[in-house]
């Protein structure tokens, strides 16, 4: 079900909470609406839509990915971007990413996976992971 984007940084700023089998339609709406507002936005986390849960969703070259529980293992080649945000009004805002990040997930059904993401995929990774930290841009 698409859900309505929330705005408010108090509840943004709050670091989520684990994520388990129970969240896997909170995942079913991440991506709904993911793709009611693929026009305006490449990647979601489950914050974005009012559940403080470490679960988000993106555009990965073209396939929507879910990731449950994601955490950057490693990560190389700093350098500084701009970016916006569904969730904060205004316009796009200067932040530090890397170039290259590995990533430790569990998918919907909790089985673990690690890859290493690079670019564009690894810029929005990192920006929906911030969320779930409760980091905004």
Not at 14 to 35: G, H, I, N, R
Not at 44 to 59: E, H, S, W
Request: proline share 3%; hydrophobic share 35%; net charge neutral.
């Amino acid at each position: 079900m698409v859900k309505e984007i929330i705005h408010d940084p108090i509840f943004l700023g709050v670091k989520s909470d684990t994520a388990t089998k129970e969240d896997t339609d909170t995942a079913q709406d991440l991506l709904d609406t993911l793709t009611a507002n693929k026009d305006a936005c490449v990647g979601m986390a489950a914050n974005m839509i009012g559940v403080r849960k470490r679960i988000i969703v993106f555009d990965n070259e073209g396939t929507y990915t879910v990731m449950f529980n994601p955490e950057i293992i490693k990560k190389s080649g700093l350098y500084e971007t701009e970016e916006g945000c569904l969730s904060l009004l205004g316009g796009p805002r200067k932040c530090k990413r890397y170039k290259s990040i590995k990533v430790r997930w569990q998918t919907a059904d909790l089985q673990p996976r690690v890859k290493t993401f690079t670019s564009w995929t690894a810029q929005i990774i990192q920006h929906e992971i911030d969320h779930c930290d409760g980091i905004l841009i």
